[in-house]
């Protein structure tokens, strides 16, 4: 499979904005230069970022956020996720694979290949981003660990520490989060396990320091702080279906002809266009058709939504 880039540099949402509410009420813009650009719907190399207002350090993430084990709230995160310990860190591998354990992310990142990908990012609740992610395909951690001929699923589970996660004191969600997807699905090229945003790593409230990236679904399957994968074949229970499997499907593919029960899923708000900005037509599979359309030929994609 071959893909082109359809992202430049002038697509993301500036750093800035990025991570500052206040840049995002202001709807402010900066300047982004264009880097080295080549791939698949993705940036590598080395890229600059010139002529923004750097507002917020590294330190200070999103303003703009959902990671309910920090809050509800979309600041909660910034304001509580500094407690998260990251460093060690391991992931599980287990269920239908040929070489289960504990896999520290230190080693893990020895084996694989970091690149620099642009994605779309579509919220479930009709906002989005475009938003420079580091990361490795992850098939090539699948691959590792050795797929058995019967497995058909990947299920992935979120840190569970309620001492350093606020949000995991009420009862939000069925602790931990899980997510899942579709072997398929899984060993897209485009299914990335993202690192770090911006050429720097992820910020705690970004998911750190590993979390999934699908980009041709809502963003609540790409599941954060992963420590724990799973080869099944059978599809496994993921956390907002289990809470409301009317509102929120195994699947939850972009698709602007299938509305949420509660609203739209037509058109969406691009963050930092200003509170007032128009909204944009929201694009199928999230604009990756051409690249992920095949594994769900024949589907009912209402019924499977």
């Not at 990908?117 to 990361?135: D, K, L, Q, T």
């Not at 705690?204 to 990236?213: E, I, M, T």
């Not at 420590?227 to 229970?237: A, C, E, F």
């Not at 907002?240 to 939850?252: L, Q």
Request: charged share 25%; proline share 5%; hydrophobic share 35%.
């Amino acid at each position: 499979m071959s893909f082109k880039p359809d992202l430049n540099w002038s697509d993301v949402t500036p750093k800035s904005q990025f991570m500052n509410r206040r840049q995002l009420i202001k709807g402010a813009a900066g300047a982004v230069a264009l880097g080295s650009i080549g791939g698949a719907a993705h940036a590598r190399g080395k890229y600059a970022v010139e002529g923004v207002d750097e507002v917020n350090s590294l330190s200070d993430i999103t303003n703009y956020n959902n990671f309910y084990e920090f809050g509800t709230g979309k600041e909660d995160p910034a304001r509580n996720a500094h407690t998260l310990t990251t460093d060690p860190w391991t992931v599980k591998i287990d269920g239908l694979v040929d070489r289960p354990g504990d896999y520290d992310l230190a080693d893990i990142l020895k084996r694989v290949n970091i690149e620099e990908r642009i994605y779309r990012f579509r919220c479930v609740e009709a906002w989005s981003m475009v938003i420079p992610w580091n990361g490795f395909e992850l098939n090539q951690l699948l691959n590792h660990a050795g797929i058995q001929s019967g497995a058909k699923y990947v299920a992935f589970e979120t840190l569970l520490r309620p001492e350093e996660m606020v949000g995991q004191r009420s009862r939000t969600l069925d602790w931990p989060y899980r997510e899942g997807l579709r072997l398929d699905e899984a060993m897209n090229p485009l299914t990335l396990m993202a690192t770090g945003l911006y050429g720097e790593d992820l910020p705690n409230q970004n998911g750190a320091p590993l979390r999934l990236v699908v980009p041709w679904k809502y963003g609540f399957k790409s599941i954060k702080s992963i420590v724990r994968i799973t080869l099944t074949d059978t599809q496994p229970d993921t956390s907002w279906n289990m809470t409301n499997a009317r509102e929120y499907g195994f699947y939850s593919n972009v698709n602007p002809e299938v509305d949420h029960p509660r609203w739209s899923q037509a058109s969406e708000r691009k963050i930092g266009g200003g509170l007032f900005s128009s909204r944009q037509d929201t694009l199928m599979m999230n604009g990756y058709s051409e690249y992920v359309d095949s594994m769900y030929a024949g589907m009912d994609l209402r019924a499977n939504f």
